[in-house]
């Protein structure tokens, strides 16, 4: 089966990313997002990013000009997905959301078409149930910032073929990624160690062990992480992060995973990282301020 048409659902920082992958290798995208508003701001990030790659002469004029020429963004979920090929959703971690986002795609989207949701934990049998082509449906998980990162973590739900798994790694590769498979289970590989690694900086912080300024420099020197814990958690989102740690503790029915009631409580204030300007940095200013808890 050749993949031509892609529709990715949700303009954020994952959306927006795929998006930009998915143009830049060829394939026709539609974007989708429920306000006008998120698909112009995700438009206005895929341009600045592929500007910058211009500067930096990895692409040519022709290159961005083709490639933003590929993508069209799209309010309306029906039209983004009638002639897709593949459908990669990137909606926000939210269990009821992704089930009716899903029921409504398989609705609309052609019979071939797989699916494909950028979930980082939720599971991909309990999404595929609720259409009618679980053996099409799959796991196709990115890592941010999307452009950069190497990887996808393909995963397998119950029903999920083969034949699905290969297509979803042609389009892996084809998009410059290395991809690894793995079996279904919360977090799949990637998030099972990172989201409590990044808690267990959140318990320290909020037990007074350091400033957030001198873990992020402990765990960057002392692990040779590219960023500490908790700029890397401002780049996730702490939305994100209180999303899977509860989905956690829910799947697993371990109190390990719980979420620091700090984090709790930046989520309910609204601070939920890069894409609200306040975390466990203030990005208000030229450059990022640490915030003292
Ligand atoms: N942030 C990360 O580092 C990261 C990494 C890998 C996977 N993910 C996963 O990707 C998904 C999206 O995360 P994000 O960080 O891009 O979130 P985000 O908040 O930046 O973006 C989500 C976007 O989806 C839009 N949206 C909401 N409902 C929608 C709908 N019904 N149809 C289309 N768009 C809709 C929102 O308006 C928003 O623009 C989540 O499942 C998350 O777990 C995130």
Redesign the pocket.
Known sequence: MEIKKIAV???????NGIAHVCAQAGYEVSM????QK?VDKGMATIKKNLERGLKKERITQEELDTTLGRITGVLD?KEAVKDADLVIE????IVN?KLD?WREVDESAPEHAILAS????ISITQMAAVTKRPEKFIGM????PVPVMGLVEIIKGQATTDDTVKVIKEVSHKVGKKTVLVNEAPGFAVNRLLVPAINEAIFAIQEGVATVEDMDLAIKLGLNWPMGPLTLAD???LD?LL??SDYFVDEFKDGKYRAPALLRKMVRAGWVGR?SGMGFYDYSGETPEPNRF
């Open positions: 659902l949700g303009a954020g920082q994952m959306g989708r997002d429920i306000d998120f979920l990137a909606i926000p971690e959301l986002t950028n979930t980082s934990s998980h990115f890592f941010n780049f996730v989102g994100t999303y899977i894409k």
